[in-house]
Every structure is written in structure tokens, then in C-alpha cells.
């Protein structure tokens, strides 16, 4: 009788497991599926995992973050450069190397392929729309930092239904 239990709650576990990564994947699927079609492929794609990989490595990388101010301000990749959307402006950022790898990212990749697109039309040899966005680098555990580049777990959503997209972090309107 107590190893039918046993088996039964063993049973149950890996059920319960497969089951949530299931969904988990599905989740990840229907984001990147998303994605793909919101996005209009005319900039190279880097994916998060990559990016971190550059990251840890000291490449040196700019990263540059078209989500407006009160997103960037709730939280943003380390050292990135807020440049915004709506107002961007190429000069703004005239004296950054052209030559550098550049990263632009918004909160899931639309916004920053606009900009990035303007970027090589103006010169930029070497830049990558981040795929996925900060939702993306979120949802795979990466951290986010605060203004002063401390730490946290806060990220915008952008709007209520777009934070849908958001499975990691504390999402945070302001």
C-alpha cells in the first residue's frame, strides 16, 4: 500500500513538472512567434543569451535603449544608454564610436528596430536589435539595473497588456 502511494505521488511530481515546462515552453513559443511577427527583419538579431555572452566576455558594447524615460528609469540593462523612441535624435549620440558593436533594445524588439535601422542608415557599422527585448533578457533571468546601476527585480510592461508577455521580474507602472 505505501509503495502504490509513493508511486502515485511520484507519478504525480513528474506529471506536475513535465506539465509546467510545457507551458513554460509554450509561453517562450508563442513570445517569439509573437515577436517574429511584430518585427520587420531589416536589422540583425542578437538574442539574449548571446548578448550575455559578449557581456561577460568585456567585449566592449554599446547598448542603447529606445523605450522611453519612465521605462528606462524603472530598470534597464546595465550601463545602457537611454535614447528613447518617440524623440530620438541621431545627434544625440553623434560622438559614440561607430565601429563598436552596438545593441539597441526596446521591450520586446519593435522600437529598437526603428532605431537601429537609423543607426546603420547614419553610419553605424555593427548593430543588433536585441530579440526579445528587455522582456526577453528578463523572462531568461538576466538582471536589470536601476537608475545608478544598482540591481533589481522591477521592469515596466510598457502597458497591461503587454506585461501579459513578462513572466520574470515585478512588473512596475510608472
Not at 511577427?37 to 547598448?63: A, F, M, Y
Not at 538576466?142 to 521580474?169: C, D, F, Q, R
Amino acid at each position: 500500500m505505501i509503495n502504490r502511494k509513493f508511486i502515485s505521488i511520484g507519478i504525480f511530481l513528474i506529471l506536475t513538472v513535465f506539465l509546467e515546462s510545457f507551458f513554460v515552453l509554450g509561453t517562450q513559443n508563442d513570445f517569439d512567434k509573437m515577436v517574429h511577427s511584430k518585427i520587420r527583419h531589416v536589422v540583425p538579431l542578437i538574442e539574449p543569451s548571446e548578448l550575455k555572452k559578449k557581456i561577460e566576455s568585456g567585449i566592449e558594447i554599446t547598448l542603447l535603449d529606445a523605450r522611453e524615460k519612465s521605462e528606462y528609469t524603472v530598470s534597464h540593462l546595465k550601463n545602457a544608454i537611454h535614447v528613447g523612441y518617440d524623440r530620438f535624435d541621431i545627434s544625440s549620440i553623434a560622438k559614440l564610436p561607430k565601429n563598436r558593436l552596438t545593441i539597441v533594445y526596446c521591450s520586446i524588439g519593435v522600437r529598437s528596430e526603428d532605431i537601429a535601422e537609423k543607426l546603420r542608415k547614419s553610419g553605424f557599422a555593427d548593430v543588433k536589435n536585441l530579440f526579445g527585448g528587455i522582456f526577453k533578457w528578463v523572462n531568461n533571468g538576466y538582471p536589470v539595473y536601476s537608475n545608478g546601476n544598482t540591481e533589481t527585480n522591477a521592469i515596466h510592461p510598457y502597458s497591461k497588456s503587454w506585461g501579459k508577455w513578462l513572466t520574470k521580474g515585478h512588473k512596475r507602472y510608472e
